[in-house]
């Protein structure tokens, strides 16, 4: 069974600091891994999609890079800005057994303060 | 920019009752998706939806649950007796192709069960 962490659970940060988010996944056999981020009380806000095939993206200040073979991805966030506090989730689309069944991590709550 | 609406944004019912969750997807989108989020936890994948029937489905998805899309745009969620651990946020989700596209997300509905 798949397992999703993110380390830290929470992270704050001064204003106009790089950061980077750790996610983690036991199984490898993954088609893709996905990054959102969630604001309070509302839904996901797609961020990143990373297939298996890939190192990393880009989009902006964001950059996420994956390595399949020892499970994990990081989000990177260049020159964080106080709109960037939220709750980052990365989610994992499995390959076989179920290939809908995406596994969600835990999340890591930021703050970054001006 | 398309997006996935969800209403009601907040259901508050008596345990033992019926609801019906609804959603529009992105209109050409194909594969549809529930997911709940119990507060302070992680994001479950409930039921994915494709052809006008259920691809795949988690544990959660029991005899109580169902889903339907009874028109070209809506798709529902429906719990037929809820019990008062079904309180919890509700997403849909939508992509065009099975795996390899983006998720998009709805804002999702707070179902309190009293």
């Known amino acids: 069974k798949q397992e999703v962490t993110q380390i830290p659970a929470a992270l704050s940060v001064p204003e106009g600091e790089n950061l980077v988010l750790n996610c983690s996944f036991t199984?490898?056999?993954?088609?893709?891994l996905q990054w959102f981020r969630q604001d309070p009380g509302k839904g996901l806000t797609s961020l990143l999609l990373?297939?298996?095939?890939?190192r990393e993206q880009t989009s902006g200040r964001l950059n996420a890079s994956l390595d399949k073979s020892s499970g994990r991805s990081t989000l990177y966030i260049a020159a964080s800005q106080p709109g960037d506090s939220a709750t980052y989730l990365c989610?994992?689309?499995?390959?076989?057994?179920?290939?809908?069944?995406?596994?969600f991590g835990t999340g890591t709550k930021l703050q970054v303060i001006p | 920019e398309p997006e996935v609406t969800q209403t009601p944004s907040h259901q508050v019912t008596q345990m033992g009752q019926e609801v019906i969750l609804r959603c529009v997807p992105i209109?050409?989108?194909?594969?549809f998706y529930w997911y709940r989020q119990i507060l302070g936890q992680k994001v479950e994948f409930l039921v994915s939806?494709?052809?006008?029937?259920?691809?795949?489905k988690s544990e959660i998805f029991d005899d109580q649950f169902s889903v339907e899309r009874p028109d070209g745009s809506n798709f529902t969620l429906k719990i037929r007796s809820t019990k008062l651990e079904d309180s919890a946020m509700y997403f849909c989700?939508?992509?065009?192709?099975?795996?390899?596209?983006?998720?998009?997300f709805g804002p999702g509905t707070r179902l309190t069960v009293l």
């Open positions: 939806f494709y052809n006008n029937e259920i691809s795949e």
């Open positions: 990373i297939q298996s095939s890939q």
């Open positions: 989610a994992v689309r499995p390959r076989s057994g179920g290939y809908q069944k995406v596994t």
């Open positions: 209109s050409n989108h194909l594969y």
């Open positions: 989700a939508s992509t065009t192709r099975e795996g390899a596209d983006e998720q998009f």
């Open positions: 199984d490898s056999a993954i088609y893709n």
